[in-house]
């Protein structure tokens, strides 16, 4: 398995240089060889797809599997590409691509191909494209085995050097990911999924198998990618229009064909990692005080309202369905942006958020969150996506569009408070014995609507449960001397271990002033 931390932490992988045309005599100038020409559209690439998911599928064949499982994490780790042959190296785009090499956790080959007037060429593979060891069990590959993935390094003009540094990288079966505003990886988007967490099926990873770089006009900050999506269940053509601006936008076109039933369909999946927080304090488990890619789940719904639900770090698999029609947005968020709340040197309190923008009427259906059991921080745990109503069934088509933002906070943030932190402890006084079966809640909230209340006015939580009862219920501003900032604690008293789903938020007469904190607990007495 892939050491998820340190792979992180080789994440952002200047002179200026000559523009010139990329026709394929240049780029075989530069030292990539090419293919082939052939006709090249978004709309071939989709017809392509759905007839690909008429017939069986047919995994792409690992040029030399016993090769391969000899590259293992540390032998890819030694091989490099050389950024002198990157892709657009001296233009026309801004931004070169550079590419994986293939190993024992990429054993499937991906086909990159660079289009230019109409005709796409295949960017054929070869050993000398890579700065690795003598002894590397990647010399002994085949020619043109492929790639495993690419990434896009920063501006050839831009102030960072664009050898060291890069902005997107897509790498394994449908993944890829961005830095946002503050220069860090963190999660990782794809795709799609495909039967996460059902029971009694495996869940399926379809593979980009052939990407499709389009050449830009000089000076773009914007660069469009297409790839063929292949699965034993779907196929599928994506176009991702990517621009690098302060936040990372990715706007994408997705058009997907069924070859068998699927349960539940995930779209505009996103994946990260929950480990724990501040939220519920345990002994020993690690040096550092929170450990976490994200922190919760934004919801905006179709209805207009604002929601936040924090993560778990739950005892088993569990699937929260948050039921919706054309909903707004929704996102994987890091709201807590403390250094000394992490205390590690691979900055969890710069990781990106990541919001889902849909472009169109989604129609009914409900954004999913599958929370997972991890005991470390290598170990991605936490997928949040969009299921639509009805199971999808072979033959069916569908085509769907959004925007991803990847940035440091929401695009569109609520005008309401926002929850701020949540917090659990024993329930009771201090001072006295402590009950059994009872939990004390601490939710923070801050916000602009918190600091136009009225001297004296107090605002009421809004307080509902799944089963339980509340007590001890009290609100105050937080003596931070910070405008706007305000906390609800109450306790709640509650038998056997089944989840308990809770609701919050605050209001002042009948005028709503934050947005709703969900939270699901697991009892543990």
């Given at each position: 398995?892939?050491?998820r931390?340190?792979f992180?932490q080789?994440?952002?992988?200047?002179?200026a240089?000559a523009?010139?045309?990329?026709?394929?005599?240049a780029?075989?100038?530069?030292?990539?060889?090419?293919?082939?020409?052939?006709?090249?559209?978004?709309?071939e690439?989709?017809?392509?797809?759905?007839?690909?998911?008429?017939s069986?599928?047919?995994a792409?064949?690992s040029p030399?599997?016993?090769v391969?499982?000899?590259?293992?994490?540390?032998?890819?780790?030694k091989?490099?590409f050389?950024?002198d042959?990157?892709?657009?190296?001296?233009?026309?785009?801004?931004?070169?691509?550079?590419?994986?090499?293939?190993g024992?956790?990429f054993?499937?080959?991906?086909?990159?191909?660079?289009?230019?007037?109409?005709?796409?060429?295949?960017?054929?593979?070869?050993?000398?494209?890579?700065?690795?060891?003598?002894?590397?069990?990647?010399?002994?590959?085949?020619?043109?085995?492929?790639?495993?993935?690419f990434?896009f390094?920063?501006?050839?003009?831009?102030?960072?050097?664009?050898?060291k540094?890069?902005?997107?990288?897509?790498?394994?079966a449908?993944?890829?990911?961005?830095?946002?505003?503050?220069?860090q990886?963190?999660?990782?988007?794809?795709g799609?999924?495909?039967?996460?967490?059902v029971?009694?099926?495996?869940?399926?990873?379809?593979?980009?198998?052939h990407v499709?770089?389009?050449?830009?006009?000089?000076?773009?900050?914007?660069?469009?990618?297409?790839?063929?999506?292949?699965?034993?269940s779907?196929?599928?053509?994506?176009?991702?229009?990517?621009?690098?601006?302060?936040?990372?936008?990715?706007?994408?076109?997705?058009?997907?064909?069924?070859?068998?039933?699927?349960?539940?369909?995930?779209?505009?999946?996103?994946?990260?990692?929950?480990?724990?927080s501040?939220?519920?304090?345990?002994?020993?488990?690690?040096?550092?005080?929170?450990?976490h890619?994200?922190?919760?789940?934004?919801?905006?719904?179709g209805?207009?309202?604002r929601?936040w639900?924090?993560?778990?770090?739950?005892?088993?698999?569990?699937?929260s369905?948050?039921?919706?029609?054309?909903?707004?947005?929704?996102?994987l968020?890091?709201?807590?942006?403390n250094?000394?709340?992490?205390?590690?040197?691979?900055?969890?309190?710069?990781?990106?958020?990541?919001?889902?923008?849909?472009q169109?009427?989604?129609?009914?259906?409900?954004?999913?969150l599958v929370?997972?059991?991890?005991?470390?921080?290598?170990h991605?745990?936490i997928?949040a996506?969009w299921?639509?109503a009805?199971?999808?069934?072979?033959?069916?088509?569908?085509?769907?569009?959004y925007r991803m933002?990847?940035?440091?906070?929401?695009?569109?943030p609520t005008?309401?408070?926002?929850?701020?932190?949540?917090?659990?402890?024993?329930?009771?006084?201090a001072g006295?014995?402590?009950?059994?079966?009872?939990?004390?809640?601490?939710?923070?909230?801050?916000?602009?609507?918190?600091?136009?209340l009225?001297?004296?006015?107090?605002?009421?939580?809004?307080?509902t449960?799944?089963?339980?009862?509340?007590?001890?219920?009290?609100?105050?501003?937080?003596p931070?001397?910070?405008?706007?900032?305000?906390r609800?604690?109450?306790?709640?008293?509650?038998?056997?271990?089944?989840?308990?789903?809770?609701r919050c938020?605050?209001?002042?007469?009948?005028?709503?002033?934050?947005?709703?904190?969900l939270?699901?607990?697991?009892?543990?007495?």
């Amino acid at each position: 398995m892939i050491n998820r931390r340190q792979f992180l932490q080789t994440a952002t992988a200047t002179a200026a240089l000559a523009v010139q045309g990329f026709s394929a005599p240049a780029l075989a100038q530069q030292g990539l060889k090419m293919g082939a020409p052939s006709p090249f559209s978004f709309e071939e690439l989709k017809k392509r797809a759905q007839e690909m998911a008429r017939s069986p599928y047919v995994a792409p064949p690992s040029p030399s599997p016993e090769v391969l499982q000899q590259i293992d994490y540390d032998a890819h780790g030694k091989i490099r590409f050389k950024t002198d042959l990157a892709l657009w190296a001296n233009g026309p785009s801004e931004f070169p691509v550079t590419f994986f090499h293939m190993g024992r956790f990429f054993q499937k080959p991906v086909r990159m191909h660079v289009v230019e007037a109409g005709q796409a060429r295949e960017i054929v593979y070869d050993s000398d494209y890579f700065d690795m060891p003598a002894y590397s069990p990647a010399r002994k590959l085949p020619d043109n085995s492929g790639f495993a993935g690419f990434r896009f390094q920063e501006a050839r003009t831009g102030k960072l050097d664009w050898k060291k540094n890069d902005w997107v990288a897509f790498l394994g079966a449908s993944y890829f990911r961005a830095i946002g505003e503050l220069y860090q990886y963190g999660l990782s988007a794809r795709g799609l999924a495909v039967d996460v967490a059902v029971f009694g099926k495996n869940e399926e990873f379809p593979d980009f198998t052939h990407v499709y770089f389009e050449t830009p006009q000089p000076g773009s900050n914007t660069v469009t990618v297409y790839a063929l999506l292949d699965g034993p269940s779907v196929a599928g053509a994506y176009r991702f229009v990517m621009q690098r601006a302060a936040a990372i936008i990715m706007d994408i076109d997705s058009a997907v064909y069924m070859r068998q039933d699927v349960s539940r369909l995930g779209v505009a999946p996103l994946t990260s990692m929950y480990w724990y927080s501040e939220k519920a304090k345990t002994t020993a488990i690690d040096w550092r005080p929170e450990i976490h890619d994200s922190d919760g789940l934004a919801l905006w719904t179709g209805a207009g309202e604002r929601i936040w639900r924090p993560l778990n770090n739950p005892p088993h698999i569990i699937t929260s369905a948050f039921a919706d029609e054309n909903p707004r947005g929704f996102g994987l968020l890091q709201r807590d942006r403390n250094f000394d709340h992490y205390l590690d040197g691979v900055y969890y309190d710069r990781r990106p958020c990541l919001w889902i923008e849909p472009q169109g009427a989604w129609g009914r259906g409900s954004i999913q969150l599958v929370e997972i059991p991890t005991d470390d921080e290598i170990h991605d745990n936490i997928v949040a996506m969009w299921v639509p109503a009805e199971p999808v069934r072979a033959g069916q088509a569908l085509e769907m569009r959004y925007r991803m933002h990847w940035s440091a906070d929401e695009p569109y943030p609520t005008p309401l408070a926002r929850v701020i932190a949540t917090r659990l402890g024993n329930g009771g006084q201090a001072g006295t014995n402590r009950p059994k079966g009872v939990r004390k809640f601490m939710v923070e909230f801050i916000g602009r609507p918190l600091t136009l209340l009225p001297s004296g006015v107090i605002p009421k939580p809004v307080l509902t449960a799944s089963r339980g009862e509340f007590s001890n219920i009290l609100t105050e501003a937080v003596p931070n001397n910070v405008p706007g900032h305000w906390r609800t604690q109450f306790d709640l008293t509650v038998t056997g271990t089944e989840p308990v789903e809770m609701r919050c938020y605050l209001r002042s007469g009948n005028e709503v002033l934050s947005e709703t904190w969900l939270y699901q607990y697991h009892p543990t007495f």
